[in-house]
């Protein structure tokens, strides 16, 4: 059984920074695609930012230059480092991870339980 574990978030005031963590465990035969997402009232689940295996990234424009996604391969980690945060940036950040569980069966999309982030003025 697969398991994603985040930590790290909690409140913080404008400006500020925060690091999230999220750790994979279990039975991986390989860990692809790794990302951060963000849920708020009333809006979809949207992509915060993400690594691949090849360590190319992805972000959503307002976190450009503000977050940086990074990942320890050998640790089955993943981190968001959140600086300069805005109110904005308040939401339950949820971490996400392709992973093959067996060589012959496809990668499935395996989430966390997320963690909540706010920021105050």
């Known amino acids: 059984q697969v398991q994603l574990v985040e930590s790290g978030g909690g409140l913080v005031q404008t400006g500020g920074s925060l690091r999230l963590s999220c750790a994979a465990s279990?039975?991986?035969?390989?860990?692809?695609?790794m990302g951060w997402y963000r849920q708020t009232p009333g809006k979809q689940r949207e992509l915060v930012a993400a690594?691949?295996?090849?360590?190319?990234?992805n972000y959503a424009d307002s976190m450009k230059g503000r977050f940086t996604i990074s990942r320890d391969n050998a640790e089955n980690t993943v981190t968001l480092q959140m600086n300069s945060v805005r109110p904005e940036d308040t939401g339950v950040y949820y971490c996400?991870?392709?992973?093959?569980?067996?060589?012959?069966?496809?990668?499935?999309?395996?989430w966390g339980q997320g963690t909540r982030v706010t920021v105050s003025s």
């Open positions: 279990g039975s991986i035969f390989s860990l692809n695609t």
């Open positions: 996400s991870a392709s992973i093959k569980t067996l060589y012959n069966k496809p990668p499935l999309d395996y």
């Open positions: 690594v691949d295996s090849g360590g190319r990234t």
